[in-house]
């Protein structure tokens, strides 16, 4: 079974730094198609931050673009995907969440827990 668990969530002030990982088991690196990150601000729908493709490309929202850096690292076939997050604003403030697209079955999707991020001086 797949799992995503994330972690570096945290309170930080505005125009601060952060680091969020995505940890990943039960799936090798060649079965996995795209990861990315999502979140999700209070009363607010869920919104796409943030792609790392298998070939290593990736994608930002608007929002985030020059101030965010989605990265992917594979050791011994373990898959790690970061976001590193800096000049935040208190818009960012969100549950963060790793998301993984298999290459198979397709159409399919794996979530993780999410981590909170606050953003507030």
């Known amino acids: 079974q797949v799992q995503l668990v994330e972690s570096g969530g945290g309170l930080v002030q505005p125009g601060g730094s952060l680091r969020l990982s995505c940890a990943t088991s039960?799936?090798?690196?060649?079965?996995?198609?795209?990861m990315g990150w999502y979140r999700q601000a209070p009363g607010k729908e869920r919104e796409l931050v943030a792609t790392?493709?298998?070939?290593?490309?990736?994608?930002?929202a608007d929002s985030v673009k020059g101030r965010f850096t989605a990265s992917r690292e594979v050791a011994r076939n373990v898959v790690m995907m970061y976001l590193q997050m800096t000049t935040l604003k208190p818009e960012d403030t969100a549950v963060y969440y790793c998301n993984l697209k298999p290459i198979y079955p397709t159409n399919s999707e794996v979530w993780g827990q999410g981590t909170l991020v606050t953003v507030s001086s």
């Open positions: 039960g799936i090798i690196v060649s079965a996995i198609n795209t």
């Open positions: 790392v493709s298998s070939g290593g490309d990736t994608k930002y």
